[in-house]
């Protein structure tokens, strides 16, 4: 018992030394696509409550994801990111905000300047309590003002989800200088801040 007690001791302190934190028990995964999974990676990242995110791919119909099958609209896969979370920090309904606020919901053929069905815009859902949460949020802020067109973001059923390639991980961090020239050039963040004002945060 005492050697079991020690090496679970041992593995916390493994994770936190590694700048990484234990998963709770009780987490669960949320899945959003919002257009180039880079600039989802921060907002989530930075979420209290949120314990860890992946960007990925999913919605397709092939059996692997890669990013030039993908965004050669090989796969019908779109950009997306899976996101870990402590439901008692953080609930699904303050994700689906995170989301909202940081993409352009009246947007159909994709988001922002990146054009096709892999940026489209996606709420996946994996539980019917999920789906119902997802349209009443997609209800609230057709009749916030905020939009004079309609919400056409979807809301589907979740499906397999396909980790990105490693160098995409993060990718604002490990190319800062590149990720803030495309996260301003794609005309997201100009976007955000004339719906969002003073609320909208550039990372």
């Known amino acids: 018992m005492i050697k079991r007690i020690l090496a679970s001791l041992f593995a916390a302190a493994a994770l936190v030394s590694h700048g990484a934190e234990p998963t709770p028990a009780a987490s669960k995964t949320a899945i959003f696509a919002g257009g180039c999974f880079w600039c989802m990676q921060p907002p ?10 992946v960007v990925g791919y999913t919605g397709g119909n092939a059996d692997d994801a890669t990013y030039e099958k993908v965004s050669g609209h090989r796969t019908k896969h ?9 439901p008692a920090q953080i ?88 990720f803030d020239a495309y996260h301003v050039g794609s005309g997201r963040v100009n976007f955000l801040a004339k719906i969002w004002g003073a609320e909208a945060k550039k990372k």
């Open 78 to 86: 779109r950009e997306s990111i899976e996101v870990t979370y402590d």
């Open 91 to 178: 609930s699904y309904e303050q994700l689906l905000d995170i989301f909202w606020r940081n993409i352009n919901p009246t947007q159909a053929d994709g988001q922002f300047h990146d054009i096709g069905l892999s940026y489209q815009a996606a709420i996946f859902f994996g539980s019917d309590q999920e789906k119902k949460a997802a349209e009443a949020s997609k209800e609230m802020l057709g009749k916030s003002g905020k939009f004079s067109q309609p919400i056409v973001t979807e809301i589907l059923p979740a499906q397999p989800f396909y980790p990105a390639e490693d160098y995409h991980q993060k990718y604002y961090l490990k190319n800062p200088a590149d």
């Open 44 to 53: 989530y990242d930075n979420a209290k409550g949120v314990v860890k995110t």
